[in-house]
Nanobody, 120 residues
Framework: QVQLVESGGGLVQPGGSLRLSCAAS????????MGWYRQAPGKQRELVAR???????NYADSVKGRFTISRDNAKNMVYLQMNSLKPEDTALYYC??????????????WGQGTQVTVSS
């Protein structure tokens, strides 16, 4: 199994910045894509940013130019640098990883979520 632990959420004023981190651990053989999703109250979960093993990235239109996703393959970690935060960025942010386990199974794994609140 693969476990994901997110950190870095919190309360920030509009225009501020936060950096989310997600650490993957467990029976990992390799990690393919890593990403961040978010879900605001009453809304569906949506993709925020995604990065492949080849470091190709894609972003939701609403965060382009403000958020940056990166990964550290040696540490099995993915990061989300969030700048110029807006109240509409308020949501529970989830880390998602597509991993191949040591048993050679391929699955998608989710973290427990970290809350980001943007408010004055």
């Amino acid at each position: 199994q693969v476990q994901l632990v997110e950190s870095g959420g919190g309360l920030v004023q509009p225009g501020g910045s936060l950096r989310l981190s997600c650490a993957a651990s467990g029976s990992i053989f390799s990690i393919n894509a890593m990403g961040w999703y978010r879900q605001a109250p009453g809304k569906q979960r949506e993709l925020v940013a995604r990065i492949t093993s080849g470091v190709y990235t894609n972003y939701a239109d609403s965060v382009k130019g403000r958020f940056t996703i990166s990964r550290d393959n040696a540490k099995n970690m993915v990061y989300l640098q969030m700048n110029s935060l807006k109240p509409e960025d308020t949501a529970l942010y989830y880390c998602n990883v597509a991993a191949v386990t040591t048993g050679r199974s391929i699955n998608s794994y989710w973290g427990q979520g970290t809350q980001v609140t943007v408010s004055s």
